[in-house]
T-cell receptor, first 113, second 116 residues
Framework: NAGVTQTPKFRILKIGQSMTLQCAQD?????MYWYRQDPGMGLKLIYY???????DKGEVPNGYNVSRSTTEDFPLRLELAAPSQTSVYFC????????????FGDGTRLSIL | AQSVTQLGSHVSVSEGALVLLRCNYS??????LFWYVQYPNQGLQLLLK??????LVKGINGFEAEFKKSETSFHLTKPSAHMSDAAEYFC??????????????FGKGTKLSVIP
């Protein structure tokens, strides 16, 4: 049982480049989330989805886009990379959004130079 | 607005000593509360959760937390620290955010060091 799988694990981008962070889960969870983690700041919600075809903004959505065409996949797109987007990105999923815990991937460490 | 405050960004304890990590939340309604642990270069793992069934919640690895409504607290404890407990711990609160969805708000985390 793979759980939540994120690719790539590490990436270095130049300013202005674009990339997609991939996230897949095999638990048939309805809810999926993208967070960024910066040192000493906890996790901030970027975007979330409550099911295929439905996405919504979180606390820090600027500079990112998402799509949810299937239950399993929830990619995060950076269109014009900026140094402020250097961070560790975590994808998570849960069966519902209430009292069910979120299951996290191992993260993507992204540096923008 | 909901918020989560973790007191102390770094906590050091001796091996075998009591672990106490503090978490306070602000909410006008009873929330769902979680503690997660993060080991270096890994994602977050659930330690335990409070969902109103019992105020004292037992989790994995000998951790437990007590929900105190009057103090709006959900502190995490372990009677005897082990070297393997060294990690970062996050408190989180889940509240209804409208349109049928809930959002999880995390505290800033507490790094636990265990001294041999």
């Amino acid at each position: 049982n793979a759980g939540v799988t994120q690719t790539p694990k590490f990436r270095i981008l130049k300013i202005g480049q674009s990339m997609t962070l991939q996230c897949a889960q095999d638990m048939n969870h309805n809810y999926m989330y993208w967070y960024r983690q910066d040192p000493g700041m906890g996790l901030k919600l970027i975007y979330y989805s409550v099911g295929a075809g439905i996405t919504d903004k979180g606390e820090v959505p600027n500079g990112y886009n998402v799509s949810r065409s299937t239950t399993e996949d929830f990619p995060l797109r950076l269109e014009l990379a900026a140094p402020s987007q250097t961070s560790v990105y975590f994808c998570a999923s849960s069966y519902t959004g209430t009292d069910q815990p979120q299951h996290f991937g191992d993260g993507t460490r992204l540096s923008i130079l | 607005a909901q918020s989560v405050t973790q007191l102390g960004s770094h906590v050091s304890v001796s091996e075998g000593a009591l672990v106490l990590l503090r978490c306070n939340y602000s909410s006008s309604v009873p929330p769902y509360l979680f503690w997660y642990v993060q080991y270096p270069n890994q994602g977050l793992q659930l330690l335990l959760k409070y969902t109103s069934a019992a105020t004292l919640v037992k989790g994995i690895n000998g951790f437990e937390a007590e929900f105190k409504k009057s103090e709006t607290s959900f502190h995490l404890t372990k009677p005897s620290a082990h070297m393997s407990d060294a990690a970062e711990y996050f408190c989180a609160v889940s509240l209804y955010s409208g349109a049928g969805s809930y959002q999880l708000t995390f505290g800033k985390g507490t790094k636990l060091s265990v001294i041999p």
